[in-house]
Antibody, heavy 115, light 108 residues
Framework: QVQLQESGPGLVKPSETLSLTCTVSGGSIINYYWSWIRQPPGKELEWVGSVYSSGSTNYNPSLKSRVTMSVDTSKNQFSLNLKSVTAADTAVYFC?????????WGRGTLVTVSS | EIVLTQSPGTLSLSPGERATLSCRASQSVSSNYLAWYQQKPGQAPRLLIYGASSRATGIPDRLSGSGSGTDFTLTISRLEPEDFAVYYCQQYGSSPWTFGQGTKVEIK
């Protein structure tokens, strides 16, 4: 059974960079797409972007100028960097395996942007 | 970007009743690439339906998806206590992939 686990700081200051890592276990990261999805408190889900195991990426245009995703196949991990954050970036961030739809999800990690 | 509008916002029903949830797209969803998810408080979403009508592994047959083009429906034939949750639709026919705003199914 594929399992995903998000990790990273729970508090980020405004204007700084949010950095999260997702560790995949129970299966290989190779030959799959991997995504980040976020959910502000009490609101709906928003797809942030996806990265293939080769490193190719596809970002949501609404965040494209601030987002970078990467993959480390040796560690079975992929990462999200979101720069110049504001309070509007406060959300639960989920990592997931993509086939267009999302079958496997991490539990999510709350990231709060506040000074 | 395809905007998905779900209705109603909240559905108040009793166990055993039938639930019908709607998801309308602002433009046609390519290849009917539409998925449905269930989310309970404090949990990640759970995939229920993909390709508009294919049930994910382990999803009971009282849940069914239908529709095509711009109009899609999730039907729960007889509500069980574990079905009371928030449901989201998601299109993956064109980038950016987008979600609806959700329908909450609550106990009446």
């Amino acid at each position: 059974q594929v399992q995903l686990q998000e990790s990273g700081p729970g508090l980020v200051k405004p204007s700084e960079t949010l950095s999260l890592t997702c560790t995949v276990s129970g299966g290989s990261i190779i030959n799959y797409y991997w995504s980040w999805i976020r959910q502000p408190p009490g609101k709906e889900l928003e797809w942030v972007g996806s990265v293939y195991s080769s490193g190719s990426t596809n970002y949501n245009p609404s965040l494209k100028s601030r987002v970078t995703m990467s993959v480390d196949t040796s560690k079975n991990q992929f990462s999200l960097n979101l720069k110049s954050v504001t309070a509007a970036d406060t959300a639960v961030y989920f990592c997931a395996r993509s086939s267009g739809f999302f079958l496997y999800w991490g539990r999510g990690t709350l990231v709060t942007v506040s000074s | 970007e395809i905007v998905l509008t779900q209705s109603p916002g909240t559905l108040s029903l009793s166990p055993g009743e039938r639930a019908t949830l709607s998801c309308r797209a602002s433009q046609s969803v390519s290849s009917n690439y539409l998925a449905w998810y269930q989310q309970k408080p404090g949990q990640a979403p759970r995939l229920l339906i993909y390709g508009a009508s294919s049930r994910a592994t382990g999803i009971p047959d009282r849940l069914s998806g239908s529709g095509s083009g711009t109009d899609f429906t999730l039907t729960i034939s007889r509500l069980e206590p574990e079905d009371f949750a928030v449901y989201y639709c998601q299109q993956y026919g064109s980038s950016p992939w987008t979600f609806g705003q959700g329908t909450k199914v609550e106990i009446k």
